[in-house]
């Protein structure tokens, strides 16, 4: 039995209620009380969004970058019948500098005119190749078409005019910079960097599908956690 001292004043049923109300504790509402550890707990999920975000966006762009420069370099070449080429000196800055990848297609001789730029063997079946402009286009005495080439940084023309036969194709498109990537990935170096970049995208896309599942998971178990009952009062 509760004891209690009397009010003087009052009636017994009275002092109890007077009692009654100074011993109930106060009502707070939960919905619109948080904990400090609740706060910390929603500063740091979020904290770990943001950088998880970040980190998915730096990973895209770079993984896209990668495929960008395997198209360029290999796929679309192939796949157009074009070979790409680097240019390796100035002759044609500042439109194409050292370093640039030119991707050259294959066009009939008597298509290609004046403003044109094709790349050229020094000597026919030769390797050795050059890039420059056509800034004249001729017949010798057996008409026979003769392209007059020079290097939009050069002074003068080439010393010789090229002959059809010489010409592997004009250009198509190029990509600055990316030409010191296609010299190092040449042969079975880039047979290899096809699979890798392959198996990076097969890897990557699983990596992306069970974080996915787990995080749907996580948050299904959080759903179905049951409530404290002192708060939800």
């Not at 080429?85 to 500042?94: A, F, I, Q, W």
Request: glycine fraction near 8%; charge should be negative; proline fraction near 8%.
């Amino acid at each position: 039995m509760n004891e209690y001292t009397h009010v003087p004043g009052t009636t017994v049923d009275e002092h109890r209620t007077i009692e009654f109300v100074k011993a109930a504790p106060p009502l707070t509402d939960s919905a619109h009380t948080k904990s400090p550890d609740r706060d910390s707990a929603d500063g740091t999920d979020t904290k770990h969004g943001a950088l998880h975000f970040l980190w998915q966006g730096i990973t895209w762009l770079l993984l896209i970058g990668a495929v960008a420069i395997l198209c360029a370099t290999i796929l679309i070449p192939k796949i157009a019948g074009a070979q790409p080429y680097t240019v390796l000196t100035g002759s044609m800055k500042p439109d194409y500098p050292p370093g640039t990848l030119i991707v050259v297609k294959p066009r009939p001789a008597d298509e290609i005119g004046v403003g044109d730029v094709v790349t050229y063997q020094i000597r026919s079946g030769s390797p050795e190749v050059i890039t420059h402009r056509v800034i004249e286009v001729t017949e010798n005495p057996q008409r026979e078409l003769r392209f007059v080439t020079q290097g939009d940084n050069n002074g003068i023309a080439d010393a010789e005019p090229v002959r059809p036969v010489q010409v592997r194709g004009t250009l198509w498109y190029s990509v600055p910079f990316i030409g010191w990537v296609n010299n190092w990935f040449t042969g079975q170096r880039r047979t290899v960097l096809i699979f890798a970049a392959a198996g990076a995208l097969f890897v990557y896309g699983a990596w992306q599908f069970i974080a996915d599942r787990r995080q749907k998971s996580d948050v299904s178990d959080s759903d179905a956690a049951p409530t404290d009952p002192e708060t939800s009062a």
